[in-house]
């Protein structure tokens, strides 16, 4: 998360988190990346990160090591109205669907109580 998180400055350090996961989770979260087959595209036409945040991605899968980074994204529009709407809206979904797959997870996770009260 860099989204300048109650007036961070910029000598800050990043807010970041933690998780241990299962090679099932792994396994899934590769699918999800593999089928976006963002690994075909090139951030170098997508919008500058700006005084918003920034959004960055770093994949390393199959021997390939890629790293993608754009302006925060708020919208649709947002992609549309880019230089390259179509490799950015295949980065937007990706990131969406690795955002709800991981609330997903950490939803599940809360709610489970293995033992009863």
Not at 26 to 53: F, M, T, Y
Request: charged residues 25%; proline residues 3%; negative net charge.
């Amino acid at each position: 998360n860099n989204s300048g998180y109650k007036a961070q400055s910029a000598k800050d350090e990043m807010i970041t988190r933690e998780v241990f996961v299962s090679q099932l989770v792994l396994d899934e979260v590769k699918r999800i990346v593999e089928d976006s087959e963002v690994v075909k595209e090139d951030d170098n036409n997508w919008p500058a990160p700006d005084r918003v945040g920034k959004q960055e991605l770093e994949i390393i899968i199959n021997g390939q090591h890629i790293s993608f980074t754009c302006t925060k994204l708020g919208s649709v529009l947002q992609v549309q109205q880019s230089k390259d709407p179509e490799g950015l809206r295949v980065f937007y979904y990706l990131v969406q669907d690795l955002k709800c797959l991981v609330f997903s997870i950490v939803s599940a996770h809360f709610k489970i109580q293995p033992i009863q009260k």
